[in-house]
């Protein structure tokens, strides 16, 4: 039996569904092929729960802070970790239902099973064959476990359990630090349990300006033992799991192994695409038209490795179907980077980072946030922006920080960089008082006065001639 269709979309994450979504647009002949669960990574097992669980921990974190304030009777207050990971499942499986649904709906064009390339334009899935015009590969990703850890059993979890934890054990070890390990590190810190966190490297949640990681290790090691440039080994102990790295040695009750994540390709049958694949298995393509070669394959979403984001994979699924079914279609910019680390505080960036930024042309501005009255008042006064601008005309180029409400200011920012605005034209929006933002337009005056010219008027904009 052959079915052919103007594209097969395979797997119904992000970018699956939303390759989907744009494909509709244009035509019904699609078929949608899942070997796994229904619904997005970010819903199920993602930045959805951890989100859930972070809103709680962040809440009940305040508790000492309000006793500071006033506040009587914080000392009596208790955490149900069970009944908060109850809270957690049931807003996730809310999340989840709605992307399972939608994937449901397509009926007889909606399959359940594993794919397999015959061909580049040719798929056999449940002994039935596809042939189709053009084919996107969003098969998504899973977390790293090395092979020696999975002995321990279910005292070693990813990402993926850890939010099926009833009664999480008040003894934690995280192993990587990178945005998910450290969120969710800071999240079980807060909730009151007691956090060991390992990481092989010397910077936390990818952060690459030197003088920020400082302030997030004094901030997080308040609430969690933290060791970097750590390489870990796990072992049975007495009562639960021991942790080795180099002379420190701690035993918790079970560890969350935040390592990373690969591409599902086995089984895919890539190499009968008749292209070079890569160690992970994966073939070289266009990271603007994600197209493979010359051949009518796309690769989109997390599987791809460039950014490995939930709205980077919508883009992305959004990407693919329309170079898919338009092949002559002129190519679609990627929106400005952004990246967000929903701890207390906030960490991230936009544009380019410290890292990413040229080796020469380039003027950086900073604030700290220790002595900027809304985030003293709000008892979260810990933090730096830096800002980066080019030395030509003063345009944004990028930014990183780690401060209070992070996740607004590098919307700020991203949205300004993508504009391409200048300096003085940031300096001429308006800055409410007393907020945070105030602290940004400081990191903006110190990329100012790092450019060496005077503001010719005060800032403000321009009166503008009346429209005729």
Known sequence: MTRRVELAIL????????????ARRYTDNVVLINAGPYGTTCARVGCMPSKALLEVAHAYGRRD????????????LAMDLPAAMQHVRSLRDGFAAGPAGAAEALGERSLQGRPRFLSPTTLE???ERIEAEAVIIATGTRPNLPDAWRRLGDRVVTSDE???????GRR??????????????QAFAQLGCEVHGFTRGAHLAGLSDPSLNPLLLDALRRQMHITTEADVTLHDGETGVLMQAGDREVEVDWVLASLGRRPNVEGLGLE???????????????????RVGELPVFIAGDVDGLRPLMHEAADAGRIAAHHALHPEADCLARRTPLGVVFTQPGVGHAGLTHAELPDRGVVT???DFARQGRAITAGRNTGRIVVHASEEDGRLLGAEMVAPDAEHLLHLLAWS?????TLEQLLAMPFYHPTVEEGLRSALQSARRALGRRSPRPDLPLCREPAV
């Open 11 to 22: 797997g119904a994450g992000t970018a699956g569904l939303t390759a989907l979504k744009e």
């Open 65 to 76: 802070w309000l006793t500071a304030c006033g506040m009587q009777g914080g000392d009596s």
């Open 125 to 127: 899935v449940n002994d």
């Open 162 to 168: 850890v939010f099926e934890l009833e009664t999480p």
């Open 172 to 185: 934690v070890g995280v192993v990587g630090l990178g945005p998910i390990g450290l969120e969710l590190g």
């Open 272 to 290: 009968n695409l008749g292209v070079a694949l890569d160690n992970q298995g994966l073939p070289a393509f266009d990271p603007a038209t994600l």
């Open 365 to 367: 501005g900073h604030a």
């Open 417 to 421: 960089i993508q504009q391409s605005m």
